[in-house]
């Protein structure tokens, strides 16, 4: 699994990069990003992945974030992969913004044709793990999840679908209840098809009813004035009331004034970092 070096920038004391590969589970070229603190240098780090939301690639967090100081600070690897599988050739793919290319909603696609590449749900949680240790002076037994959006959605189902293997979640405006939202809708019947049950597979707010893993502390942010609150794609409402059923610790914020934009994300990425290294770094 070898990797081509795209870009490389002395960033917060360590590198920001950009790599290239073949995926296997995705059957094309991918890019993922990858921060490393200057204690990378001399030991080994955990590391956060960042899932990013729709339209994105890897360039919107690592450009916009602010992640890389507090990272930095509390030795921590930040590994952001794409959104999507690129230019499979598969009709239909850029047609729309919520579907398709900038949109795999990190699920692993049942229905012709996208199954063949649209498989984000191996790549982030199997394929790039196992590329990331193998190449990056990383501890495997130490890692979490975050993201913002679909990859908030995306960072809850990884955390809830797989108990122990994450150390800590957090998310920014995550979607919490697809199967009951447009978005989520949209994309999982072409996805995953008409069968709803499927579609709960992928669903942090039925996954969370279900979940009897290790307690799993979660940090939300969520921007008061955010126009996919109020178009109900969002639904965060839903997740914490089966969380407080089932007492899963979530810490909820709901953040007056801020909409859905990277400017939200970048006035609380710290909090995040902070508390992901309160787990990582226990």
Avoid at 64 to 83: F, M, Y
Wanted: net charge negative; with cysteine; hydrophobic share 35%.
């Amino acid at each position: 699994m070898s990797l081509t070096q795209v870009s490389s920038n002395k960033c917060a004391g360590g590198f920001q990069k950009v790599f290239e590969h073949e995926s296997t589970e995705l059957k094309c070229k991918m890019k993922f990003a990858v921060h490393l603190p200057p204690k990378a240098e001399t030991g080994k780090c955990p590391v956060m992945y960042w899932l990013s939301g729709l339209t994105c690639t890897e360039q919107n967090f690592i450009t916009k974030a602010g992640s890389q100081v507090p990272a930095a600070e509390h030795g921590i690897i930040i590994v952001a992969p794409d959104t999507s599988p690129r230019g499979c050739n598969i009709e239909g793919e850029d047609e729309s913004w919520d579907f398709g290319t900038g949109a795999g909603f990190y699920v692993n696609a049942t229905e012709d044709p996208w199954k063949t590449n649209y498989r984000m749900y191996s790549y982030v949680t199997e394929e790039l793990p196992k590329l990331i240790n193998a190449n990056f002076p990383t501890d495997p037994d130490r890692m979490s999840i975050s993201g913002h959006s679909m990859g908030g959605h995306g960072a809850l189902i990884c955390a809830l679908k797989n108990p122990g293997k994450y150390k800590a979640v957090s998310a920014f405006a995550p979607i919490c209840n697809p199967v009951q939202c447009p978005w989520g809708q949209k994309a999982f019947s072409g996805y995953l098809g008409s069968n709803r049950s499927t579609w709960e597979a992928y669903d942090a707010t039925v996954l969370a009813a279900a979940y009897s893993g290790p307690q799993l502390d979660i940090l939300i942010d969520q921007g008061r004035d955010d126009q996919f609150l109020s178009a109900s794609q969002l639904l965060p409402d839903n997740l914490i009331a089966v969380c407080s059923e089932k007492k899963i610790p979530v810490v909820f914020r709901l953040q007056p004034g801020y909409d859905h934009s990277y400017f939200f994300i970048y006035s609380f990425m710290a909090d995040h970092i902070k508390h992901h290294a309160k787990y990582l770094n226990a």
